[in-house]
């Protein structure tokens, strides 16, 4: 089976532009959900979609936002990029909620100058 | 608010013993409570689960224990050896699950030292 993948893997925006990343969860799983790591922050949750809704969100500027496709593949986007938007971008998805595991992707490592 | 301890420092531990990891939380009720492993430069990846009404399980070397009156988990890895170095990091969840908003700790490294 195989598992989360986030792409791309690694991205360099100037501030000011937007970015868009794409998680592709396991075949099956309907729940995906972002987070953002960062050194000093470490992994922090920016929001959680299921069958195309979002049922949670983070405490982030609406900067960021995201969305879910029919086919369970989801999309996050981030808009005026800030330097502090520089970090590892963190996909998990799980079969349902219920306190399942999650299984992350590899990350997108984005960088902003 | 809500906050999650776990050991800042940096764990070294001499192959062959047990490391003992500690996740320590405040202002949080969670239904359940988890435990990853992220090496540099790669998503976590899950280890174990454990219930509110679990006090203890396990998984081959790794062992869990949960108590909700200390509001601690203890997470311990036997026999360890050095490929078992890397980041561990507990995370709780509400009643819900799966990824939903999982509150993760910063994280604590493990260094099995040969």
């Known amino acids: 089976k195989a598992g989360v993948t986030q792409t791309p893997r690694y991205l360099i925006k100037t501030r000011g532009q937007q970015v868009t990343l794409s998680c592709s969860p396991i075949?099956?799983?309907?729940?995906v959900s972002w987070y953002q790591q960062t050194p000093g922050q470490g992994l922090q949750f920016l929001f959680e979609y299921f069958s195309e809704t979002q049922r949670n969100k983070g405490n982030f500027p609406g900067r960021f936002s995201g969305r879910q496709f029919s086919n369970s593949r989801s999309e996050m986007n981030v808009s005026t990029l800030e330097l502090g938007d520089s970090a590892l971008y963190l996909c998990a998805s799980s079969t349902q909620q219920g306190g399942t595991e999650a299984f992350f992707g590899q990350g997108t490592r984005l960088t902003v100058v | 608010s809500q906050k999650i301890e776990q050991n800042s420092e940096a764990l070294n531990i001499q192959e062959g013993k047990t490391a003992t990891l500690t996740c320590n939380y405040t202002?949080?009720?969670?239904?359940?409570l988890q435990w990853y492993r992220q090496d540099p430069g790669r998503g976590p990846v899950f280890l174990l689960l454990?219930?509110?009404?679990?006090k203890e399980k396990r998984k081959e070397r790794l062992k869990v224990t949960f108590d909700t009156t200390l509001k601690q988990s203890l997470f311990h890895i036997t026999a360890s050896q050095p490929a078992d170095s890397a980041t561990y990091l507990c995370?709780?969840?509400?009643?819900?699950?799966?990824?939903?908003?999982?509150?993760f700790g910063k994280g604590t490294h493990l260094i099995i030292q040969p």
């Open positions: 075949s099956g799983h309907r729940s």
């Open positions: 995370a709780l969840g509400r009643r819900g699950g799966g990824a939903d908003g999982l509150t």
């Open positions: 202002n949080y009720s969670p239904a359940y």
């Open positions: 454990i219930r509110e009404n679990e």
